[in-house]
T-cell receptor
Framework: AQSVAQPEDQVNVAEGNPLTVKCTYS??????LFWYVQYPNRGLQFLLK????DNLVKGSYGFEAEFNKSQTSFHLKKPSALVSDSALYFC????????????WGAGTKLIIKP | SQTIHQWPATLVQPVGSPLSLECTVE??????LYWYRQAAGRGLQLLFY??????ISSEVPQNLSASRPQDRQFILSSKKLLLSDSGFYLC???????????FGDGTRLSIL
């Protein structure tokens, strides 16, 4: 069965330190992977995607993600965290049985402390 | 550029009352449209999606329905709301297959 896992319910990072939000997936075939961010009482905002090409994908707000096929992972990273990065982060993968749908992770709450 | 509008932002309704939430997209044509519900600020549950006017696919059996009367308009409805219908409802669009989805700011629905 297809799935996406975000193993950490919450990640705490000090401002200025690097951050990583983890995502692993299980799909057949080539995955299309996405990261989104959600601020309180707002909709989700698209950060970046991996479809093919370089394993390191750069996105909005200084975020990047590394696709690792052997580990079936797509971790979100940022070299230096800002307090304003505090939000809820979602990983998603294309549903291989449907071109229209995404399979969503449960979300990881990122807290950046000053 | 494309924009998505969703309203109202908040809604308080009594149990058994009807519901109509509206979502419109500007600046694009023939988008894929989606309705999600998000419970307790976490996981997303896909309720409906549409790939064209009058074409609605339902993912979860429930007392909600969706309609797409125009290319860029997507409506979520209910004839009689249940307490369990409370939640944060999100509309989204994508330009095509395998493309990122773009979300509205959501409607927070409280059922009393």
């Amino acid at each position: 069965a297809q799935s996406v896992a975000q193993p950490e319910d919450q990640v705490n990072v000090a401002e200025g330190n690097p951050l990583t939000v983890k995502c692993t997936y299980s799909v057949s075939g080539n995955p299309y992977l996405f990261w989104y961010v959600q601020y309180p009482n707002r909709g989700l905002q698209f950060l970046l995607k991996y479809i093919t090409g370089d394993n390191l994908v750069k996105g909005s707000y200084g975020f990047e993600a590394e696709f690792n096929k052997s580990q079936t992972s797509f971790h979100l990273k940022k070299p230096s965290a800002l307090v304003s990065d505090s939000a809820l982060y979602f990983c998603a993968v294309r549903d291989m049985d449907s071109n229209y749908q995404l399979i969503w992770g449960a979300g990881t709450k990122l807290i950046i402390k000053p | 550029s494309q924009t998505i509008h969703q309203w109202p932002a908040t809604l308080v309704q009594p149990v058994g009352s009807p519901l109509s939430l509206e979502c419109t997209v500007e600046g694009t044509s023939n988008p894929n449209l989606y309705w999600y519900r998000q419970a307790a600020g976490r996981g997303l549950q896909l309720l409906f999606y549409s790939v064209g006017i009058g074409q609605i696919s339902s993912e979860v059996p429930q007392n909600l329905s969706a309609s797409r009367p125009q290319d860029r308009q997507f409506i979520l409805s209910s004839k009689k709301l249940l307490l369990s219908d409370s939640g944060f409802y999100l509309c989204a669009w994508s330009p095509g297959n395998n493309q990122p989805q773009h979300f509205g700011d959501g409607t927070r629905l409280s059922i009393l």
